[in-house]
Protein backbone atom coordinates (compact mmCIF):
# COMPACT_ATOMS: atom_id res chain seq x y z
CA UNK A 1 0.00 0.00 0.00
CA UNK A 2 1.05 3.37 -0.52
CA UNK A 3 -0.66 5.27 2.19
CA UNK A 4 -2.79 5.19 5.38
CA UNK A 5 -5.22 2.89 5.38
CA UNK A 6 -8.51 5.31 6.17
CA UNK A 7 -11.79 3.59 7.81
CA UNK A 8 -15.27 5.31 8.08
CA UNK A 9 -17.27 4.43 11.19
CA UNK A 10 -21.25 5.34 11.01
CA UNK A 11 -22.20 7.36 13.46
CA UNK A 12 -24.73 5.53 16.09
CA UNK A 13 -28.64 6.42 16.39
CA UNK A 14 -27.95 8.05 19.82
CA UNK A 15 -25.22 10.26 18.40
CA UNK A 16 -27.56 11.49 15.71
CA UNK A 17 -30.36 12.32 18.47
CA UNK A 18 -27.53 14.40 19.90
CA UNK A 19 -27.06 15.88 17.19
CA UNK A 20 -30.58 16.95 16.61
CA UNK A 21 -31.19 18.23 19.94
CA UNK A 22 -28.18 20.20 20.21
CA UNK A 23 -29.42 21.93 16.92
CA UNK A 24 -32.98 22.08 18.10
CA UNK A 25 -31.13 24.33 21.03
CA UNK A 26 -28.98 26.83 19.14
CA UNK A 27 -32.51 27.03 17.10
CA UNK A 28 -34.18 28.27 20.26
CA UNK A 29 -31.57 30.12 21.54
CA UNK A 30 -31.10 31.89 17.70
CA UNK A 31 -35.17 32.96 18.23
CA UNK A 32 -34.96 33.80 21.72
CA UNK A 33 -31.84 36.43 20.78
CA UNK A 34 -33.94 37.91 17.65
CA UNK A 35 -37.12 37.74 20.19
CA UNK A 36 -35.29 39.70 22.92
CA UNK A 37 -36.43 36.69 25.25
CA UNK A 38 -39.05 34.62 24.12
CA UNK A 39 -39.67 32.64 21.32
CA UNK A 40 -40.94 34.16 18.03
CA UNK A 41 -44.56 33.61 17.77
CA UNK A 42 -46.32 31.63 15.08
CA UNK A 43 -48.03 33.55 12.31
CA UNK A 44 -51.98 34.35 12.78
CA UNK A 45 -53.77 32.71 10.37
CA UNK A 46 -55.23 34.40 7.71
CA UNK A 47 -59.00 35.33 7.97
CA UNK A 48 -61.51 37.84 5.95
CA UNK A 49 -62.61 40.95 7.96
CA UNK A 50 -65.72 40.62 9.95
CA UNK A 51 -68.67 41.96 8.64
CA UNK A 52 -70.69 44.69 9.86
CA UNK A 53 -73.64 43.00 12.00
CA UNK A 54 -76.33 44.50 14.13
CA UNK A 55 -76.33 46.83 16.97
CA UNK A 56 -78.07 44.31 18.96
CA UNK A 57 -76.31 42.02 19.24
CA UNK A 58 -72.93 43.99 18.82
CA UNK A 59 -70.73 43.96 22.31
CA UNK A 60 -70.76 47.25 24.41
CA UNK A 61 -72.51 48.54 21.14
CA UNK A 62 -75.23 51.36 22.30
CA UNK A 63 -78.62 50.70 20.45
CA UNK A 64 -80.74 53.82 19.17
CA UNK A 65 -83.67 55.03 21.56
CA UNK A 66 -86.24 53.31 19.38
CA UNK A 67 -84.79 50.32 19.84
CA UNK A 68 -84.61 50.09 23.75
CA UNK A 69 -88.28 51.62 23.79
CA UNK A 70 -89.07 49.07 21.73
CA UNK A 71 -87.34 46.15 23.42
CA UNK A 72 -89.08 47.48 26.67
CA UNK A 73 -92.06 47.56 25.66
CA UNK A 74 -91.63 43.26 24.64
CA UNK A 75 -90.44 42.47 27.21
CA UNK A 76 -93.53 43.68 29.20
CA UNK A 77 -95.79 42.54 26.29
CA UNK A 78 -94.75 38.91 25.38
CA UNK A 79 -95.03 37.42 29.28
CA UNK A 80 -98.61 39.46 29.28
CA UNK A 81 -99.66 38.08 25.66
CA UNK A 82 -98.81 34.70 26.63
CA UNK A 83 -100.97 35.20 30.25
CA UNK A 84 -104.07 36.21 27.81
CA UNK A 85 -103.29 32.86 25.59
CA UNK A 86 -102.98 30.68 28.65
CA UNK A 87 -106.00 31.99 30.14
CA UNK A 88 -108.30 32.73 27.18
CA UNK A 89 -107.57 29.25 25.77
CA UNK A 90 -108.04 27.49 28.88
CA UNK A 91 -105.16 25.12 28.77
CA UNK A 92 -104.80 26.23 32.51
CA UNK A 93 -107.87 26.15 34.90
CA UNK A 94 -109.42 29.78 36.06
CA UNK A 95 -108.55 28.71 39.54
CA UNK A 96 -105.28 28.43 39.02
CA UNK A 97 -104.61 31.73 36.56
CA UNK A 98 -107.37 33.75 36.40
CA UNK A 99 -107.53 35.94 33.19
CA UNK A 100 -105.79 39.52 33.09
CA UNK A 101 -110.17 41.09 33.23
CA UNK A 102 -110.60 39.11 36.11
CA UNK A 103 -107.59 40.19 37.89
CA UNK A 104 -108.23 44.28 36.79
CA UNK A 105 -111.60 43.73 38.40
CA UNK A 106 -110.56 42.22 41.54
CA UNK A 107 -108.24 44.86 41.85
CA UNK A 108 -110.87 47.61 40.97
CA UNK A 109 -113.21 46.16 43.47
CA UNK A 110 -110.70 46.17 46.67
CA UNK A 111 -109.87 49.80 45.18
CA UNK A 112 -113.27 50.83 45.70
CA UNK A 113 -113.71 49.48 48.74
CA UNK A 114 -110.65 51.76 49.87
CA UNK A 115 -108.59 48.32 51.38
CA UNK A 116 -106.15 48.14 49.00
CA UNK A 117 -104.57 51.67 49.47
CA UNK A 118 -104.85 51.07 53.23
CA UNK A 119 -103.04 47.56 52.82
CA UNK A 120 -100.53 49.51 50.16
CA UNK A 121 -99.45 52.13 53.02
CA UNK A 122 -99.30 49.41 55.71
CA UNK A 123 -96.92 47.61 53.86
CA UNK A 124 -95.50 51.23 52.52
CA UNK A 125 -94.46 52.43 55.84
CA UNK A 126 -93.28 49.01 57.25
CA UNK A 127 -90.80 48.84 54.29
CA UNK A 128 -89.86 52.85 54.87
CA UNK A 129 -89.45 52.02 58.38
CA UNK A 130 -87.51 48.56 58.61
CA UNK A 131 -85.63 49.11 55.80
CA UNK A 132 -84.78 53.35 56.37
CA UNK A 133 -83.19 52.35 59.51
CA UNK A 134 -81.21 49.27 57.97
CA UNK A 135 -80.05 52.21 55.91
CA UNK A 136 -79.04 54.41 58.74
CA UNK A 137 -77.24 51.48 60.25
CA UNK A 138 -74.95 50.34 57.01
CA UNK A 139 -74.08 53.44 55.09
CA UNK A 140 -71.67 54.76 58.02
CA UNK A 141 -70.80 51.16 59.02
CA UNK A 142 -70.01 49.91 55.33
CA UNK A 143 -68.57 53.27 55.33
CA UNK A 144 -66.09 52.28 58.43
CA UNK A 145 -65.30 49.16 57.02
CA UNK A 146 -64.31 50.17 53.10
CA UNK A 147 -62.70 53.03 54.46
CA UNK A 148 -60.56 52.04 57.50
CA UNK A 149 -58.62 48.45 57.52
CA UNK A 150 -58.99 48.20 61.27
CA UNK A 151 -62.80 48.71 60.91
CA UNK A 152 -63.05 45.75 58.11
CA UNK A 153 -60.78 43.71 60.08
CA UNK A 154 -63.03 44.19 63.35
CA UNK A 155 -66.88 43.95 61.33
CA UNK A 156 -66.20 41.44 58.29
CA UNK A 157 -66.29 38.61 59.99
CA UNK A 158 -69.33 38.98 61.75
CA UNK A 159 -71.16 40.44 59.49
CA UNK A 160 -70.17 37.57 56.57
CA UNK A 161 -71.65 35.62 59.39
CA UNK A 162 -74.70 36.84 60.15
CA UNK A 163 -75.69 37.71 56.90
CA UNK A 164 -76.16 33.47 55.81
CA UNK A 165 -78.73 33.54 58.71
CA UNK A 166 -82.34 33.55 57.43
CA UNK A 167 -83.99 36.05 58.63
CA UNK A 168 -87.48 34.51 58.93
CA UNK A 169 -85.27 31.95 61.36
CA UNK A 170 -85.58 35.25 63.57
CA UNK A 171 -89.37 34.96 63.87
CA UNK A 172 -89.53 32.94 66.95
CA UNK A 173 -87.13 35.14 69.10
CA UNK A 174 -88.73 38.57 67.56
CA UNK A 175 -92.11 37.33 69.03
CA UNK A 176 -90.71 36.45 72.04
CA UNK A 177 -88.21 39.73 72.49
CA UNK A 178 -90.37 42.19 70.81
CA UNK A 179 -94.32 40.52 70.67
CA UNK A 180 -96.77 40.25 68.06
CA UNK A 181 -97.00 44.32 66.98
CA UNK A 182 -95.11 45.94 64.74
CA UNK A 183 -91.59 46.27 66.48
CA UNK A 184 -90.85 42.67 65.43
CA UNK A 185 -92.03 42.94 61.65
CA UNK A 186 -89.64 46.27 61.40
CA UNK A 187 -86.55 44.10 62.89
CA UNK A 188 -87.74 41.16 60.14
CA UNK A 189 -87.07 43.91 57.82
CA UNK A 190 -84.09 45.39 59.11
CA UNK A 191 -82.63 41.77 59.90
CA UNK A 192 -83.13 40.43 56.20
CA UNK A 193 -81.23 43.77 54.48
CA UNK A 194 -79.03 45.54 57.34
CA UNK A 195 -76.18 42.89 56.56
CA UNK A 196 -76.22 43.06 53.24
CA UNK A 197 -76.32 46.44 52.20
CA UNK A 198 -73.23 46.99 54.76
CA UNK A 199 -71.22 44.52 52.75
CA UNK A 200 -72.27 46.17 49.42
CA UNK A 201 -71.75 49.34 50.94
CA UNK A 202 -68.02 48.35 52.01
CA UNK A 203 -67.11 47.08 48.29
CA UNK A 204 -68.28 50.56 46.85
CA UNK A 205 -65.93 52.63 49.07
CA UNK A 206 -63.14 50.35 48.87
CA UNK A 207 -63.49 50.97 45.33
CA UNK A 208 -61.93 54.51 45.76
CA UNK A 209 -58.55 55.19 43.79
CA UNK A 210 -55.78 55.12 45.98
CA UNK A 211 -54.61 58.09 43.58
CA UNK A 212 -57.51 60.18 44.54
CA UNK A 213 -56.68 60.03 48.32
CA UNK A 214 -52.72 60.04 47.60
CA UNK A 215 -53.54 63.75 45.75
CA UNK A 216 -55.82 65.09 48.48
CA UNK A 217 -53.27 64.48 50.94
CA UNK A 218 -50.32 65.66 49.09
CA UNK A 219 -52.88 68.99 48.37
CA UNK A 220 -52.95 69.33 52.51
CA UNK A 221 -56.56 67.76 52.84
CA UNK A 222 -56.50 66.25 56.28
CA UNK A 223 -58.46 63.02 56.83
CA UNK A 224 -61.90 63.78 57.81
CA UNK A 225 -61.70 66.32 54.94
CA UNK A 226 -61.16 63.49 52.79
CA UNK A 227 -63.71 61.16 53.75
CA UNK A 228 -65.93 64.09 53.55
CA UNK A 229 -64.89 65.87 49.96
CA UNK A 230 -63.33 62.36 48.31
CA UNK A 231 -64.70 59.20 50.09
CA UNK A 232 -68.09 60.10 50.25
CA UNK A 233 -69.08 61.96 46.95
CA UNK A 234 -67.30 59.37 44.76
CA UNK A 235 -69.01 56.24 46.92
CA UNK A 236 -72.14 57.97 46.99
CA UNK A 237 -74.21 56.44 43.38
CA UNK A 238 -72.56 52.84 43.89
CA UNK A 239 -74.56 53.39 47.61
CA UNK A 240 -77.72 54.43 45.63
CA UNK A 241 -77.66 50.98 43.44
CA UNK A 242 -76.89 49.09 46.81
CA UNK A 243 -79.87 50.39 48.01
CA UNK A 244 -81.95 50.00 44.98
CA UNK A 245 -80.84 46.06 44.69
CA UNK A 246 -81.75 45.74 48.53
CA UNK A 247 -84.87 47.57 48.75
CA UNK A 248 -86.20 44.72 46.41
CA UNK A 249 -85.10 42.55 49.03
CA UNK A 250 -86.93 44.47 51.58
CA UNK A 251 -89.97 44.44 49.29
CA UNK A 252 -89.94 40.78 49.48
CA UNK A 253 -89.34 40.08 53.47
CA UNK A 254 -92.38 42.50 53.79
CA UNK A 255 -94.23 39.62 52.91
CA UNK A 256 -92.94 37.29 55.80
CA UNK A 257 -93.13 39.98 58.15
CA UNK A 258 -96.91 40.42 57.46
CA UNK A 259 -97.66 36.90 58.10
CA UNK A 260 -96.88 37.95 62.15
CA UNK A 261 -100.36 38.71 63.32
CA UNK A 262 -100.94 41.56 61.08
CA UNK A 263 -104.02 42.99 60.31
CA UNK A 264 -103.37 45.43 57.13
CA UNK A 265 -100.79 44.74 54.02
CA UNK A 266 -100.46 43.69 50.73
CA UNK A 267 -99.30 40.26 52.28
CA UNK A 268 -101.28 39.70 54.97
CA UNK A 269 -104.28 40.47 51.96
CA UNK A 270 -102.36 37.75 50.14
CA UNK A 271 -102.50 34.96 52.76
CA UNK A 272 -106.26 36.05 53.59
CA UNK A 273 -106.91 35.47 49.71
CA UNK A 274 -104.83 32.37 49.77
CA UNK A 275 -107.63 30.88 52.00
CA UNK A 276 -110.54 31.21 49.83
CA UNK A 277 -108.62 30.22 46.69
CA UNK A 278 -108.97 33.73 45.54
CA UNK A 279 -106.30 33.87 43.00
CA UNK A 280 -107.45 36.72 41.20
CA UNK A 281 -107.09 38.97 44.46
CA UNK A 282 -103.99 37.45 44.56
CA UNK A 283 -102.59 38.33 41.35
CA UNK A 284 -104.23 42.21 41.65
CA UNK A 285 -102.00 42.61 45.10
CA UNK A 286 -98.90 41.00 43.14
CA UNK A 287 -99.24 43.50 40.54
CA UNK A 288 -99.68 45.93 42.82
CA UNK A 289 -96.52 45.18 44.92
CA UNK A 290 -94.56 45.14 41.42
CA UNK A 291 -95.70 48.73 40.33
CA UNK A 292 -94.97 49.83 43.82
CA UNK A 293 -91.45 48.10 43.50
CA UNK A 294 -91.21 49.84 39.86
CA UNK A 295 -91.81 53.22 41.26
CA UNK A 296 -88.98 53.72 43.68
CA UNK A 297 -86.40 51.92 41.95
CA UNK A 298 -87.12 54.93 39.08
CA UNK A 299 -87.47 57.13 42.04
CA UNK A 300 -84.01 56.27 43.03
CA UNK A 301 -82.19 55.70 39.89
CA UNK A 302 -83.20 59.71 39.31
CA UNK A 303 -81.65 60.43 42.67
CA UNK A 304 -78.71 58.84 41.61
CA UNK A 305 -78.30 60.93 38.53
CA UNK A 306 -78.83 63.89 40.73
CA UNK A 307 -76.35 63.14 42.72
CA UNK A 308 -73.52 61.05 40.45
CA UNK A 309 -73.93 63.30 37.63
CA UNK A 310 -70.18 62.56 37.08
CA UNK A 311 -70.37 58.39 37.40
CA UNK A 312 -70.15 56.72 34.56
Known amino acids: MTGPTQRTTSASP ?11 EQRLAEQQESGRGRPAWAPLPR ?132 GLGEP ?4 ILFIGTVFFNTLMTADVVRGVPASLLDVSYTLGARRGEVLRKVVVPHSLPGMIDAIRVNAAAAWNFVVVAELINSSAGLGYRIVRAQRFLQTDKIFAVLVVIGVAGLVIDVLLRLLRTQVGKWAA
Open 14 to 24: ADERAAEALEA
Open 47 to 178: RTAPKPGSALFSLRKPISATARWTLAVLSFAIPFLAWVVLSVSGAVDSTFLPSPAAVLKAGLDMAGSGELFDDLWATTQRVLEGFGLAVLVSVPLGTLMGTFAAGQAFFEPLIGLLRYLPASAFIPLLIIWL
Open 184 to 187: SKIA
